[in-house]
């Protein structure tokens, strides 16, 4: 496969709401360009969303764009309204501005100032990481500070995905180097820290090592470069011990490297079948990958679109243990039209089913083993038994 196939992230609500919605955790995005192998120029930018509904024809969607703009209204908007009369749940419209963003997100790149925020336990919001050389650690910024204002705007009552747009600075699109005021407080001392945003580098793949020579290798995101990063966490792993992949969190990303990163598992055959508009095709493991290793997948009800069809591929195929929860359950596939102005409209065009012709869409994927909060524990258990048994 080549080019950039995606199967993202629900869009839901406003403009702002939904950026913010897809880098609320690991501030990435789950939504770029696509291309699904095989397809014309018109459907080279397939792409998945999350509705079991077929929308209708993007050129009425084209039309209401192009009428608005001939009477100086808003052409995002008159798409907006056309996308939702078509039925579709998940079809949505994005400015120039948000398409571009998602596209350089899925590129590893974002800009801002290298905090993740939570909700804390008193129910305010705090620092959840620092990331290394950015502003926010070059300031002296620490996990645990709480952050108590953005440019002045009070971060109480607020979601936490409105407060990560007002540090990236969504609503006026802000390029790197614009500045962002912070309110912060540590113990009883309370400060404000100006800081200037810059592009930073995603990390979506984190691997561990604890002990008994299980390695732990966590996807946040299928991001560019990931599969590759995945295969060479898994020629560096011990013999023994096993592998945990965990996806639970992982809101999906590009296909393509779901792909690659279940080719490190399989040593070739088939990892998912799709209908665009009816026309059937299929996505391929590529060679050489270990089969050896005992694997268990960790998965839970935020394990969406990407993560699923990755998911789907190893369970049908015999080639890992899956525990934890059921997943969201996003399985159509959805096709961006460019509008005049430079807007996209995302319609969905089919739906991809699993190695043994299971569908995702609405229904998600039923793990081996259920497990809650103790999920990663009994994926060591499990872990052992196969190696016992191998």
């Known amino acids: 496969m080549s080019g950039r196939d995606l199967f993202r992230q629900p869009r839901r609500g406003r403009a702002g709401a939904a950026l913010t919605l897809v880098f609320a955790s690991v501030l990435v995005a789950g939504a770029a360009t696509g291309s699904l192998p095989g397809h014309d120029d018109r459907k080279s930018e ?51 501005g948000e398409y571009e963003e998602f596209q350089e997100a899925l590129d590893g790149q974002y800009t801002g100032v290298g905090l993740s925020t939570r909700r804390g336990r008193d129910g305010r919001v705090e620092v959840a990481k620092v990331r290394a050389g950015s502003p926010a ?107 945990v992949l965990d996806l639970r969190g992982n809101s999906g990303g590009l296909v393509t490297e779901a792909v690659t990163t279940a080719s490190a598992f399989l040593d070739g055959g088939l990892v998912a079948t799709y209908d665009v508009d009816g026309d059937q095709r299929a996505l391929h493991a590529g060679s050489g990958g270990d089969t050896i290793r ?72 039923a793990p081996d083993l259920d497990a809650g909060q103790e999920a990663l524990r009994r994926a060591q258990t499990v872990l052992t038994g196969l190696g016992e048994a191998s």
């Open 294 to 365: 005992p694997l268990v997948v960790l998965v839970d009800g935020g394990t969406m679109s990407a993560a699923e069809l990755l998911t789907g591929a190893l369970q049908d195929r015999g080639r890992a243990v899956v525990v934890g929860s059921r997943t969201f359950g996003k399985g159509s596939v959805q096709m961006p039209s460019r509008l005049p102005d430079g807007s996209v409209a995302e319609l969905t065009v089919g739906h991809y089913r699993t190695p043994g012709g299971h569908a995702v869409d609405g229904h998600g994927i």
């Open 137 to 243: 650690a070059a300031a002296g910024i620490r996990r645990g500070d709480r952050l108590r204002s953005v440019d002045g705007e009070p971060t109480d009552g607020l979601p936490v995905t409105d407060v990560v747009a007002l540090l990236r600075g969504d609503a006026d699109d802000a390029p790197a180097g614009t500045a962002v005021t912070l309110g912060l407080q540590r113990g009883k001392r309370a400060w404000t820290e100006t800081l200037r945003r810059a592009r930073l580098s995603t990390d979506p793949v984190t691997v561990r090592r604890p002990t008994g020579g299980v390695t732990i290798i966590k996807i946040a995101a299928f991001t560019k470069g990931v599969g590759d990063k995945v295969r060479t966490a898994v020629r560096r792993s011990p013999a023994v011990g096993g592998i």
């Open 46 to 96: 397939a792409r998945e969303a999350g509705s079991a509904v077929p929308v209708g024809r993007p050129e009425e969607v084209t039309r209401a764009a192009a009428e608005a703009m001939a009477v100086g209204e808003s052409p995002v908007q008159a798409a907006a309204r056309a996308v939702s009369r078509s039925g579709d749940r998940w079809g949505a419209v994005y400015s120039r």
